[in-house]
């Protein structure tokens, strides 16, 4: 005994969808003015283009610290911010490419709460790390200030230089008038 079947295809049309979503933090960048701020902003960033920062097209500093972060500084030195790009793909499915295209779009909007929270999550453990390098740099910008400014008085006879255990810098420098 025989039967028949009818099979019907029905093509299945997919659709992409590209979901970026961003978080920044901004950091203040207060330097004790030694050398009056305008001197004391550009040994700043003069400290961070030797740290491997890369001039921006409005004078500032920027630092690719990879995976979608990235920090900048402006040229007037009084801040760094920090952005954390997250991006994912998602698809969607259906009889026609109208419907797939809907429901990659309506996916899109899904995952869009999920790649922010990533953005941030990631953006909070990288802050650490930028605030450190900053951190490093200003205090070799004191270091220099210091320096420049005891040249300023007279002839320096010496300099000596302790590091503490905790990262802290003492410096005693002796001047002649």
């Given at each position: ?138 205090q070799r910008v004191y270091v220099e ?33």
């Amino acid at each position: 005994m025989s039967r028949a079947y009818r099979v019907e295809v029905v093509p299945l049309h997919s659709a992409r969808a590209d979901v970026e979503q961003s978080d920044t933090v901004c950091v203040d960048v207060a330097l004790l003015p030694i050398l009056g701020e305008q001197p004391m902003r550009q040994l700043l960033l003069d400290e961070l283009g030797r740290d491997g920062w890369t001039p921006t097209d409005d004078g500032g500093r920027q630092k690719d610290w990879g995976d979608g972060m990235v920090a900048t500084v402006g040229a007037d030195g009084r801040s760094v911010t920090v952005t954390a790009t997250q991006q994912r793909a998602v698809g969607g499915g259906g009889a026609t490419q109208a419907a797939a295209e809907a429901n990659a779009a309506h996916n899109a909007q899904r995952a869009a709460v999920d790649v922010k929270r990533e953005a941030t999550e990631r953006l909070a453990r990288a802050e650490g790390d930028v605030r450190a390098a900053v951190e490093a740099a200003v205090q070799r910008v004191y270091v220099e200030a210091l320096q420049q400014k005891a040249r300023a008085l007279g002839y320096v006879e010496s300099m000596q230089r302790h590091e503490g255990a905790d990262g802290s810098v003492e410096i005693t420098i002796k001047v002649r008038a």
